[in-house]
Antibody, heavy 119, light 106 residues
């Protein structure tokens, strides 16, 4: 079954760090990049960044640049997103989402179930 | 930075057509996709590359994109289509989401 499964909910204090995992299964992991998207309570979707599962290249959104690190572990088909110096406005649900195409940046065709982070 | 705008809400009667707009500078020059999100669930891709439907998405969902406006159209709207809808575009190496439109089926 093709899916992305994320780690469980986290509660953190301001200033701390959180690390969320996203494990892929059912497809060739290194073919499609993974994005991270977050959603504050009652708010819209916000793209945080992208990581190539092929070579580990990253592209971070300006609003989290300097506080976020994305990494891959190809041995376990898992992508990690770490956010540091947490603030109250980092509270929300964090999603990982797969690129629809290996070479075209246009859409996300599969999403994880979301991880609730409370600061 | 690039911005997309959407109406906050759209209301539609069952069986009628709902149209949701997404506006941005020269949006017609970019690929636009649309996601449906129901409460407590992850988003689902319903349209990509302006007009294409992923496998499993009903034919009543269609899209267009020209000039500064992209439109998601739901024909013969059903109660199950009640959800938030987000447009998304790729600009200058970043993804941008619209603020979302709540579709209510009355």
């Amino acid at each position: 079954q093709v899916q992305l499964v994320q780690s469980g909910a986290e509660v953190k204090k301001p200033g701390a760090s959180v690390k969320v995992s996203c494990r892929a299964s059912g497809y060739s992991f290194r073919t499609y990049g993974i994005n991270w998207v977050r959603q504050a309570p009652g708010q819209g979707l916000e793209w945080m960044g992208w990581i190539s599962t092929y070579n580990g290249n990253t592209n971070y959104a300006q609003n989290v640049q300097g506080r976020v690190t994305m990494a891959t572990d190809t041995s376990t088909s898992t992508v990690y997103m770490e956010l540091r110096s947490l603030r109250s406005d980092d509270t929300g649900v964090y999603f990982c989402a797969r690129d629809r195409h290996s070479e075209i940046r246009d859409a996300f065709d599969m999403w994880g179930q979301g991880t609730k982070v409370t600061v | 930075s690039y911005e997309l705008t959407q109406p906050p809400s759209v209301s539609v009667s069952p069986g009628q057509t709902a149209s949701i707009t997404c506006s941005g500078d020269d949006l017609g020059d970019k690929y636009v996709c649309w996601y449906q999100q129901k409460p407590g669930q992850s988003p689902v891709l319903v349209i990509y590359q302006d007009t294409k439907r992923p496998s499993g998405i009903p034919e009543r969902f269609s899209g267009s994109n020209s000039g500064n406006t992209a439109t998601l159209t739901i024909s013969g709207t059903q109660a199950m289509d009640e959800a938030d809808y987000y447009c998304q575009a790729w600009d200058s190496s970043v993804y941008v989401f619209g603020p979302g439109t709540k579709v209510t089926v009355l």
